[in-house]
């Protein structure tokens, strides 16, 4: 089985590891540490890393054998029309299809393995998981690194109550981040909100603006003209970093958006939603967890966000 898996994520491109079920608990520990010793900003917990907490997530990740798995990923760029000019906008990596991508390893795997393993998606720390197994490194700015395809790669976690030959597993590293990253300063210096550094290897995650980007409520006046071209998240330190040097695949996305489209997207007075199909299939075309649409209109985030490109006045 072990053979199978090396060869499936071989012939994949894609980068794989499994260890026993114990890591499970050792990554939720090694969070909970960060956040009892104040390192983590409590509010920036509380949004994005408070499910740590619940005890029926950890119980529901018990297994015996974890497998991880990380995938290349490109950016995509979509179009809107606005101005009397066209906008390119990108949707960094892992935005697009996050969750059905779990669920086409979890299929792909399951039929090559004959479901023997009997999988399941897991929820966990993902990159914290990928560290303590040798898979991934941290970059300074807290990204994943998998190599050779840098920090531009989904993780994919999976449960198994079968056994497997921790082989598959490398050594947990003492410092579990880039070699590149103990004299390089290029990502400090290309954060437009100086979330990275401060005498500290820890992301500082309540500055970030990827952090800003995926939350609701207006943005803070000091953030709110530092828009990069991401429609949600921020590539800024990724793209600048030595490590994903050539790496940045992307690829457009089918459709774009009209001017009437837009400006009612971004909800200029006077331009009503329109309902036709066509603009449902093209946010739906985004598959994007926060950039969504109903019958009322774009979710704030999604609104919010594409105000924030377009004009930082319109925010």
Same mark, same amino acid.
């Given at each position: 089985?072990?053979?199978?898996? $090396? ?38 917990? $509380? ?19 974890? =497998? @991880?798995?990380?995938?290349?990923? &490109?950016?995509?760029? /979509? ?10 906008? /990108? ?9 059905? !991508? ?29 560290? @303590? ?7 300074? *700015? *807290?990204?994943?690194?998998? $190599? ?103 690829? $457009?996305? &089918? ?36 950039? !969504? /649409?109903?019958?009322?209109?774009? *979710?704030? =985030?999604?609104?919010? *966000? ?10």
């Amino acid at each position: 089985m072990e053979k199978s898996l $090396r060869n499936w994520a071989l012939e994949r491109g894609y980068g794989i590891a499994w260890s026993g079920g114990e890591l499970v608990r050792r990554g939720f520990a090694r969070l909970r540490e960060l956040k009892d010793s104040g390192a983590l900003d409590p509010a920036f917990y $509380r949004e994005f890393l408070s499910w740590l907490d619940d005890p029926d997530i950890l119980a529901k990740s018990e297994c015996r054998t974890v =497998i @991880l798995v990380a995938l290349p990923r &490109p950016a995509h760029s /979509i179009s809107f029309e606005h101005g009397d000019r066209s906008h390119d906008f /990108i949707i960094p990596s892992t935005y697009h299809r996050y969750r059905a !991508t779990f669920e086409d390893v979890l299929a792909d795997l399951t039929a090559v393995t004959a479901d023997k393993l009997r999988l399941r998606v897991l929820k966990a720390p993902l990159k914290t998981l990928a560290a @303590l197994t040798g898979l991934a490194r941290y970059g300074k *700015n *807290n990204l994943a690194y998998v $190599r050779p395809h840098g920090s531009y790669v989904q993780l994919v976690g999976l449960a198994t109550d079968a056994a497997l030959d921790e082989t598959g597993a490398g050594p947990e590293p003492p410092l579990a981040s880039l070699e590149e990253c103990a004299t390089c300063r290029v990502c400090e210096k290309a954060c437009p909100s100086r979330a990275i550094g401060l005498g500290r290897f820890l992301l500082h995650g309540e500055t970030c603006l990827t952090a800003f980007s995926e939350s609701e409520g207006k943005l803070p006046e000091a953030y709110a003209a530092l828009r990069s071209r991401c429609l949600i998240g921020c590539l800024a330190c990724q793209e600048k970093c030595p490590a994903n040097k050539g790496l940045l695949r992307l690829e $457009r996305l &089918p459709g774009s958006f009209t001017a009437a489209e837009t400006s009612a997207l971004v909800g200029e007075p006077g331009i009503t939603l329109p309902s036709a199909p066509a603009l449902v299939e093209k946010v739906g075309a985004l598959d994007c967890t926060e950039l !969504t /649409i109903s019958e009322a209109g774009p *979710n704030p =985030i999604f609104r919010r *966000n594409l105000r924030a490109l377009l004009s930082p006045s319109l925010t």
